[in-house]
Nanobody, 126 residues
Framework: QVHLVESGGGLVQAGGSLRLSCAAS????????MGWFRQAPGIEREFVGS????????DYADSVKGRFTVSRDNAKNTVYLQMSSLKPEDTAVYYC???????????????????WGQGTQVTVSS
């Protein structure tokens, strides 16, 4: 079992940058596919980006492609979400998640993940 804690959220102006961190304890993140999701009020939780174990392949939602980057530091047992060129529509609570079993499509849907952090608020002002 792994415990995830996000940090790094806050208030930023449009066009600015933030880096979110997801620190893990209890287990090595090497064993998991990692994903970032976000949820705005009244909207379902949506996929933002992911990084697969081993291959380190990253995938992104079209809405953030070219602006957001997912990476991991195995030595620190931490996954990051670097966000740049932020837009007001990026405002949401951001969650990291860890998935044990990979199957087709598992990275892009919340049901594909087993463990979740508590979330961190990102607010982008116009």
């Amino acid at each position: 079992q792994v415990h995830l804690v996000e940090s790094g959220g806050g208030l930023v102006q449009a066009g600015g940058s933030l880096r979110l961190s997801c620190a893990a304890s209890g287990s090595s993140l090497n064993s998991y596919d990692m994903g970032w999701f976000r949820q705005a009020p009244g909207i379902e939780r949506e996929f933002v980006g992911s990084i697969r174990r081993g291959f380190e392949r990253t995938d992104y939602a079209d809405s953030v492609k070219g602006r957001f980057t997912v990476s991991r530091d195995n030595a620190k047992n931490t996954v990051y979400l670097q966000m740049s060129s932020l837009k007001p529509e990026d405002t949401a609570v951001y969650y990291c998640a860890a998935g044990q079993e990979y199957y087709s499509g598992s990275l892009y849907h919340p049901a594909g993940y087993d463990y979740w952090g508590q979330g961190t608020q990102v607010t982008v002002s116009s």
